[in-house]
C-alpha cells in the first residue's frame, strides 16, 4: 500500500431541515477518516454566506476539523470580504478557499463589483494582508471557460499562487492522463504548490451533467455509455461510479499524486468507499489492516 494520500472534502450549505441532516450524518461519517480540511461553499452571488459560516463554526465546534469556507469576489466589497475574513480568523479558522466565483444568476457575464475585490488573484493577495491563512485556489485542467486560451490559464493560476496561495484543487475530470499532462505543465511553468486533483462521485448522472455543462468539464462518450438505463437503478449507478473513481484516484496515486479532494455533493458513502480503497481509513482500520 503506497503512503496514505490527504484527502478533504467540500460540502455545501444545505437548505433544507432533511438536507441538514444528511449533512451533518455525512460529516459524522467521514470525520474518523482525518481529512486535511473540509470545506463549505458558498452561493454565486452570497446568497449562502451566512449559512456558509453557521455550517463552517459548527464543524470545528462539533467535530474538532479543519474548516475552510468558501470565500468569492462576488457581491461584496473589498472591506466586507476582509471583515468576513477577519471574524473567520477570530473564530479560529485557517483555512480559505478563494475563488472568482461565478456571476449572479441574472448575469450574462462574470463583472467585478464595484469596490470589490476584481479577480481571485486580487482576493488572495488581499485575504494575505487580513491574516495567515491557508488559502487554497480553483485550477482547471480542461481550461476556465472564460479563458482565452490554456497558456492564459495556467498563467493566471501562477499568479494566484504567487499571490499566496497555498494549494490549487482542480475542477473535477474523467480524464486522468489530462490531469496528468496538466500537473507536468503546472511544473514546466515553475509551479511548486500542490495541484490537487478534485474528484466528483456520480450520483444522478444527470445532475452531473449539469453540472459539467456549467463548468465546462468534458463528459467522454464512455460515461455515457456506463451510466446508460440506469436512471431507476440507484444500486448499480452507486457500484460503477464508485469503481469509476476508485480507478481514477488508484492511477492518479500511482503517478505520485499523495492528495485528493473530493466533492461530496454532502452524502458520505461513495466518498468513504473511494477513501477505503486508497488506504485512507480510521486509524483502528489502518492498524488492522497493517497488522
Not at 463583472?111 to 470589490?116: K, N, R, T
Not at 495567515?132 to 482565452?148: G, M
Not at 450520483?203 to 453540472?211: G, S
Request: hydrophobic content about 40%; aromatic content about 10%.
Amino acid at each position: 500500500m503506497p503512503d496514505r494520500p490527504q484527502v478533504s472534502f467540500e460540502f455545501f450549505p444545505p437548505g433544507t431541515p432533511a438536507m441538514e441532516d444528511t449533512l451533518w450524518k455525512s460529516i459524522q461519517r467521514l470525520a474518523p477518516l482525518q481529512p486535511r480540511f473540509v470545506s463549505v461553499t458558498y452561493g454565486a452571488d452570497g446568497s449562502t454566506r451566512d449559512r456558509t459560516h453557521r455550517i463552517v463554526t459548527r464543524i470545528i465546534r462539533e467535530t474538532g476539523l479543519r474548516a475552510a469556507p468558501h470565500l468569492t469576489c462576488v457581491g461584496a466589497t473589498r472591506q466586507e470580504v476582509n471583515d468576513i475574513a477577519a471574524q473567520y480568523r477570530a473564530e479560529g479558522i485557517r483555512d480559505i478557499v478563494a475563488l472568482r466565483g461565478d456571476p449572479p444568476a441574472d448575469a450574462e457575464k462574470y463583472e467585478p463589483y464595484p469596490g470589490g475585490y476584481d479577480y481571485a488573484v486580487d482576493l488572495v493577495a488581499g485575504l494575505r494582508g487580513v491574516a495567515d491563512f491557508e488559502i487554497s485556489v480553483a485550477a482547471y485542467p480542461e481550461v476556465h471557460p472564460d479563458a482565452p486560451s490554456a497558456q492564459f490559464d495556467l498563467d493566471n493560476l501562477k499568479r494566484k499562487l504567487d499571490a499566496g496561495a497555498t494549494r490549487a484543487i482542480t475542477q473535477f475530470f474523467f480524464d486522468t492522463d489530462n490531469f496528468l499532462r496538466f500537473r507536468d505543465k503546472c511544473v514546466a511553468a515553475g509551479i511548486t504548490a500542490s495541484i490537487v486533483p478534485g474528484v466528483l462521485p456520480i450520483n444522478k448522472f444527470p445532475q452531473f451533467l449539469r453540472f459539467a455543462g456549467a463548468c465546462g468539464t468534458h463528459v467522454p462518450q464512455w460515461l455515457h455509455e456506463r451510466f446508460a438505463g440506469l436512471e431507476d437503478d440507484e444500486e448499480t449507478r452507486r457500484m460503477i461510479s464508485a469503481n469509476i473513481a476508485i480507478d481514477m484516484v488508484q492511477k492518479m496515486q500511482a503517478e505520485g499524486i499523495g492528495e485528493f479532494h473530493f466533492y461530496t455533493l454532502n452524502r458520505a458513502e461513495l466518498t468513504y468507499a473511494i477513501c477505503h480503497a486508497l488506504g485512507v481509513r480510521p486509524e483502528e482500520n489502518a492498524e488492522a489492516a497493517n497488522g
